[in-house]
């Protein structure tokens, strides 16, 4: 079939290259034309495992291309995917802005019979939205002929796993009244729901809120799990054991519930707070995700917290230079969005100290985020981050963290002190070094 991508940004890449993998002819738009330039060079705006070859394969057999013209993309197009941004407004809503210029590009070029499908997360009544922002467009051109569908169709993806998490979905959804607009997206997934139906049409607000629903149920697994790992450091008690003898009551499952320093990313903060937000305008108090929120934002400190109340007794944070591994938000991308190293690093500024840090991926990301400072040094190892730093601090688990030397990690540090935002290393390990060591909830209180 051939489709157009409307937003070349992490879904809309990563969308708009395995569709074409699934034989598809794909074009990707963005109004972005450095972003679309370098594309057709090759370079691509994101870090995602996989996705490079995959996208050079398809351009050159011909499947994908580029575009920052509506006009080509939209009449090029059978079905037209919509996976602009859509960030947080001030007030904590979801800002629609991009959606409704992407609507209304499609509008103003639609020619033939097409489908509009929103992969983009959207507030429930969005698909309403747009049907008549692209209805007054084809109204102003007087082209009420042309027929088109709305379809809603959410985006589970996880960043660093996006390639496979979207060729081998859990689930799909479909949100659409049109019964010939849903034959036509069973026809698009039949090749990833072969031997067992994963598709599940619904109406369009339904299709909505499940996306909302789904990151906010596993972004309150994260927060309960945060909140029980201080009370456990309180009361004494290790939630690593207590994850463990939670997760094997399967109506509960072993997944998602790995206390740490808190969830960041470009989705579960902001659309905890639209769908808080969303609530509020309906007069629904939305309190258990409010909490969520404010837990989460809370966690966000805690390492900070323990490096604050570590150095107290040491003559304070002035002056003293904390090594960091690990800025991105998660392993394997380069997205810093609501990273917790972010909230660590610049607490640690504002407390004086200097810092020295490693990421073998968000380098470039982190330096764009956090402006140009003296007092961050970017460094192009783990070890090299620790050469004259005072303790160390673990924030983002990447597989070369997981076995370090802890002699060599002593050797450097002069205060000899570990940081552990997600509990990945054994303390027996780190004290038989002769280093200090902090984790989350597992039992040790500063
Ligand atoms: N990043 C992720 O892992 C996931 C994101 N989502 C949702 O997908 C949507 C997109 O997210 P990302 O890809 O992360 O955003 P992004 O910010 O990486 O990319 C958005 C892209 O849209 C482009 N754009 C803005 N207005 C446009 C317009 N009118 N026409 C064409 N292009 C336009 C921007 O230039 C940008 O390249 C959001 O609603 C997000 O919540 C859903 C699942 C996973
Ligand atoms: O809507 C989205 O954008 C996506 O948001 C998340 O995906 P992502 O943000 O890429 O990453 P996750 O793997 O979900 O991790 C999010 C955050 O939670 C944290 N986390 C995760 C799991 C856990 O047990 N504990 C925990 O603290 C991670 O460290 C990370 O900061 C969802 O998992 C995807 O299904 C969804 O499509």
Redesign the pocket.
């Known amino acids: 079939m051939r489709i157009t991508v409307l937003g070349s940004g992490y879904?809309g890449l990563v969308a708009g290259t395995c569709l074409s993998v699934l034989g598809n002819d794909v074009i990707c738009l963005d109004l972005d034309e450095l972003k679309i330039e370098k594309l057709r060079q090759a370079v691509l705006p994101i870090y995602e495992p996989g996705l490079d070859s995959n996208v050079a394969e398809m351009v050159k057999v011909g499947r994908l291309r580029f575009t920052s013209k509506y006009e080509e993309g939209v009449a090029h197009a059978d079905i037209i995917f919509v996976a602009v941004g859509t960030p947080q407004a001030k007030n904590g809503a979801a800002d629609l802005s991009f959606i409704r210029a992407a609507a209304a590009g499609v509008g103003r070029h639609l020619v033939k019979k097409s489908i509009i499908v929103i992969k983009s997360?959207v507030p429930v009544g969005t698909a309403h939205m747009v049907k008549e922002i692209v209805e007054g467009e084809l109204a102003s051109r007087q082209r009420t002929d042309v027929q088109f569908a709305v379809v809603s169709n959410p985006?589970?993806?996880?960043?660093?796993?996006a390639i496979q998490?979207f060729m081998r979905p859990d689930r799909i959804v479909i949100g659409s009244d049109d019964a010939w607009a849903v034959e036509i997206m069973r026809r698009i997934y039949a090749p990833l729901s072969r031997n067992h139906d994963k598709l599940l049409v619904m109406s369009p607000r339904s299709a909505e809120l499940t996306?909302y629903a789904?990151?906010a149920m596993?972004?309150t697994?994260?927060s309960f799990?945060?909140e029980l790992s201080r009370f456990a450091e309180a009361a004494g008690g290790n939630i690593e054991d207590v994850r463990r003898g939670i997760g094997e009551d399967s109506r509960i499952g072993r997944?998602?519930?790995?206390?740490?320093?808190?969830?960041?990313?470009?989705?579960?903060p902001k659309?905890v707070r639209a769908l808080v937000s969303a609530g509020r305008s309906l007069g629904i108090d939305m309190s258990i995700l409010a909490a969520v929120d404010t837990v989460n934002n809370q966690q966000k400190t805690i390492l900070f917290e323990k490096i604050a109340s570590f150095f107290a007794s040491r003559g304070g944070l002035k002056g003293k230079t904390i090594a960091i591994w690990g800025l991105a938000?998660?392993p394997d991308?380069d997205?810093v969005r609501e990273?917790?190293s972010l909230a660590l690093i610049e607490r640690l500024l504002s407390a004086g100290a200097q810092v020295r840090a490693y990421d073998p991926i968000a380098v470039h990301t982190a330096k764009t985020a956090l402006g140009s400072t003296d007092l961050v040094t970017f460094c192009s190892s783990a070890y090299e981050a620790l050469a004259g730093a005072d303790a160390l601090a673990l924030v983002?688990?990447y597989r070369e963290f997981r076995t370090p030397d802890f002699d060599r990690i002593a050797a450097s540090l002069t205060e000899k002190a570990v940081f552990d935002g997600?509990n990945l290393y054994a303390r027996a390990d780190l004290e038989a070094a002769g280093l200090h060591y902090f984790d989350i909830g597992r039992g040790n209180g500063v």
């Open positions: 879904v997360t985006e589970f993806l996880r960043e660093g796993n998490d996306k789904s990151n596993l972004a697994r994260i799990m945060n997944h998602f519930l790995y206390a740490g320093a808190g969830y960041g990313g470009s989705c579960f659309d938000f998660k991308t997205d990273a917790p983002t688990e997600r």
